[in-house]
C-alpha cells in the first residue's frame, strides 16, 4: 500500500497563476483533508471532506477550492496565487471524520514569486 | 474561536535528559491526538487519549489528557537523538463539524 500519495512534491508559480494538487490514498478511508503549514504556524486544516460527496471550510479556506472526486482523491485548486500562499501542503486521510488517527502524504512544498 | 496552543514552543536538551511538551485547549476536548513530525517530513500519529485523567505509555513516550479534558502533556523520559523533531497535539472543532486543530508544535532538539 502507498498509503497517501501527492503531487507534485515540489512547485513554483508566478502570482495569478493557477495550479491543480492532486492527492490519492489507498486504504479505502471515508475522510480527507487538506492542510498548509507554515513556519511557527503549525498545521492549518484548509478544506476537509467527511465523507465522499461532502466537503467543508476549514479555518484556512480564503483562495482555494477543492473537490473529491471520488472516495480515493482529494484535489486542492488554487485559481489566483498569491505569495501569502507560499507553504507546505499536507494531504490526509482517516478512516472516518472523528476520533480517528489521520495518515499524512508526503507534502507540497509550493512558492509563489 | 477555538484555540490549542503548545508549550514550549522550542526545547533544546542534552542526550538522556528528559523532555516535555505541554497542550492546552481553549475549550473542552472530546479527545486528543499527537503526532510526531521528523524534521523534512511529515506528521505521523502516535496516539489518541480519550477519558478524563487517562496515562497512556509507548516506550519511553507519556502521554496524559487532563482531568478537566482541556490539556494533555507529552513527557519522554531519557531522549535520544531519534527523538528529534516537532510534537503536535490536535483535538476537534466545536461540535457539529469534523475538523480538527493542531496546536502549535513544539520543536525538540537533542544534543548528543
Known amino acids: 500500500n502507498a498509503g497517501v500519495t501527492q503531487t507534485p512534491k515540489f512547485q513554483v508559480l508566478k502570482t495569478g497563476q493557477s495550479m491543480t494538487l492532486q492527492c490519492a490514498q489507498d486504504?479505502?478511508?471515508?475522510?480527507m483533508y487538506w492542510y498548509r503549514q507554515d513556519p511557527g504556524m503549525g498545521l492549518r486544516l484548509i478544506y476537509y471532506?467527511?465523507?465522499?460527496?461532502?466537503?467543508d471550510k476549514g479555518e484556512v479556506p480564503n483562495g482555494y477550492n477543492v473537490s473529491r472526486l471520488n472516495k480515493r482523491e482529494f484535489s486542492l485548486r488554487l485559481e489566483s496565487a498569491a505569495p501569502s500562499q507560499t507553504s507546505v501542503y499536507f494531504c490526509a486521510s482517516s478512516e472516518g471524520p472523528r476520533g480517528h488517527e489521520q495518515f499524512f502524504g508526503p507534502g507540497t512544498r509550493l512558492t509563489v514569486l | 474561536g477555538q484555540q490549542v496552543m503548545q508549550i514550549p514552543q522550542y526545547q533544546h536538551v542534552q542526550e538522556g535528559e528528559d523532555f516535555t511538551t505541554y497542550c492546552n485547549s481553549s475549550?473542552?476536548?472530546?479527545?486528543i491526538q499527537w503526532y510526531k513530525q521528523r524534521p523534512g517530513g511529515h506528521p505521523v500519529f502516535l496516539i489518541q487519549?480519550?477519558?478524563?485523567?487517562e496515562v497512556k505509555k509507548q516506550k519511553r513516550l507519556t502521554f496524559q489528557f487532563g482531568e478537566a479534558k482541556k490539556n494533555s502533556s507529552l513527557h519522554i523520559t531519557a531522549t535520544q537523538t531519534t527523538d528529534v523533531g516537532t510534537y503536535f497535539c490536535a483535538g476537534p472543532g466545536k461540535a457539529g463539524t469534523y475538523k480538527y486543530i493542531f496546536g502549535t508544535g513544539t520543536r525538540l532538539k537533542v544534543l548528543a
Open positions: 487519549l480519550v477519558k478524563s485523567g
Open positions: 471532506s467527511a465523507s465522499e460527496g461532502t466537503t
Open positions: 486504504m479505502n478511508h471515508n475522510s
Open positions: 475549550t473542552t476536548l472530546s479527545n
